[in-house]
């Protein structure tokens, strides 16, 4: 079962798992500062000992900060998301470098605004509290918690072709929300291959009836053709009854966080909800791109003059320190995309536009490191400001590739009604692209983000994109 949280389908275990463990975070500061000081809710007053003095309402300001910071440095590592494979060793190496993060930036608000020092220790004590109580969570989580009781029980209606967009889910995080209890076959209906004989069930007493015997709390639309044999009374029956009825590829959209191009129509673009680009949506998304780019600026720029010294280090002080490179954007319109050099300058020397590869020779040493890093990236900084891109949004193409995919994948042009981002939700969800076919599975997650973007999600992105560039994720 998964509920919807800023633009995204989250599964109800890991939201449970993110209230404890903010529930978690709130009581570690309050717990250091009992152990720190010997009292636990300290009213307007010099604490006993100490020329420190601490309000109830400053004490209880800390720790929500704490545990605000907290949740958000475990979101931006990964530790939220349901597609983390990371092993039990991984799971901890995140857990600790998200907690100490954390420390680092609660400790510079505290030091920003020194009504909310709590004095020597409590941080650090804080901090330790945090990192055992969360991994004691995540321990406990996962010996006590069945995610069966969570999962919608789901009957799908259909067996033909279109059925194996779901019986095809092979991953462990595309599956987690719901458990299949078997498929009804429509009159006239071929079943398809992929869908056992055994699992087709029999529902001659109706759909209501057999929905009922179930207890199924979810019906999936999948038929091949809805024109003929559509049980509309039926399914009317279930819904009033309160069995959820949803259409294929809606299940498919909340299930995989992407938009299944293998089995949409172009009416289901037009008459679904979401794909809004409002005046208020344009303006707090160039908002954003503002302020995160004056952010952004502040904080990276000893890191770009490492850069470029470094690429003047290895290829003389002659040797180019941005590529420029023509890339597709809002509208199909073209502009020149800023990078910091991460290959040979001869690298195109026939002026053929090449996919990058995995350890392209191309590459130079510095390069192989600033694109690990991502730091070869933060140049689009100038891209976001004079309004040619955003920080959020697909990854804009060059135009030769973008002819040649136009023609080979289906709604392809359409990623173009946006406009191209730094990061985006194909990029956290997606490994480096460097082929049609990963061309077309970046497509279903770029179109995802576009039906669905909202201030907030691009918020959650930007948070995201920590753990990319951190754990390398992606990287080529």
């Known amino acids: 079962m998964r509920i919807r949280l800023f633009g995204q389908y989250v599964h109800v275990s890991i939201a449970a798992l993110a209230v404890v463990e903010a529930l978690v975070f709130f009581g570690a500061m309050l717990l250091a500062f009992r152990v720190r000081f010997g009292t636990w809710y300290p009213v307007t007053s010099t604490v006993s000992g100490n020329s420190l003095t601490v309000s109830g ?12 910071v907290n949740l958000i440095s ?25 907690v100490a993060a954390a420390g680092v930036v609660t400790a510079a608000v505290f030091y920003s605004v020194p009504d909310l020092l709590l004095g020597r220790g409590v941080l650090a004590l804080s901090s330790l509290f945090a990192l055992v109580g969360a991994g004691l969570s995540r321990g406990v989580s996962r010996l006590v918690v069945d995610e069966s ?21 092979r991953r462990r995080s595309d599956r987690r929300g719901f458990e299949i209890l078997g498929f009804v076959q429509p009159t006239g209906e071929t079943a398809s291959p992929s869908v056992p004989a055994e699992r087709i069930l029999d529902a001659s007493g109706g759909i209501l009836e057999l929905c009922t015997r179930l207890d199924v709390q979810e019906i999936v639309v999948a038929m091949e053709d809805r024109r003929r044999g559509f049980p509309i009374l039926g399914l009317l029956e279930c819904r009033l009854a309160g069995v959820d009825v949803t259409e294929l590829l809606t299940f498919l959209e909340r299930e995989t966080g992407r938009v299944r191009i293998d089995v949409m129509n ?19 998304s160039r908002m954003l791109d503002l302020v995160a780019s004056g952010i952004l600026v502040l904080v990276s720029l000893p890191v770009m003059l490492l850069t470029i010294v470094a690429i003047k280090l290895e290829d003389g002080w002659r040797a180019p320190i941005f590529y420029g490179q023509a890339r597709v954007g809002l509208g199909e319109r073209t502009f020149t995309v800023l990078k910091f050099r991460s290959m040979r300058t001869d690298a195109e020397r026939d002026g053929q536009a090449q996919w990058a590869q995995k350890s392209d020779p191309r590459v130079t040493k510095v390069g192989n490191v600033i694109r690990k890093l991502r730091i070869d990236e933060l140049p689009q900084i100038l891209n976001v400001l ?6 959020v949004g697909p990854r804009p193409e060059r135009p030769q590739f973008v002819a040649e995919l136009s023609q080979k994948i289906p709604y392809y042009v359409q990623r173009h009604c946006v406009k191209p981002g730094i990061t985006g939700w194909a990029q956290l969800c997606y490994p480096y692209g460097s082929s049609e076919q990963d061309a077309l599975e970046k497509l279903q997650y770029d179109l995802y983000y576009i039906k669905n973007n909202t201030l907030l999600f691009d918020l959650a992105i930007l948070v995201q994109t920590a753990e990319v560039v951190f754990m390398g994720k992606g990287a080529r």
């Open 266 to 284: 172009p009416s289901w673009m037009i008459f679904g909800d979401g794909f809004r680009r409002d005046p208020l949506r344009l303006f707090s």
């Open 74 to 98: 475990l979101l931006a590592f990964g530790l939220y998301s349901s597609r983390q494979r990371a092993r039990t060793f991984g799971v901890f190496v995140r857990l600790v470098m998200a």
């Open 149 to 169: 009781l969570f999962k919608r029980r789901v009957l799908v209606y259909g067996v033909g072709q279109r059925t194996a967009a779901i019986v095809g889910l």
């Open 57 to 68: 309402n400053t004490l209880w300001i800390c720790a929500a900060v704490f545990g605000a």
């Open 386 to 391: 004079a309004g040619h891109m955003s920080f």
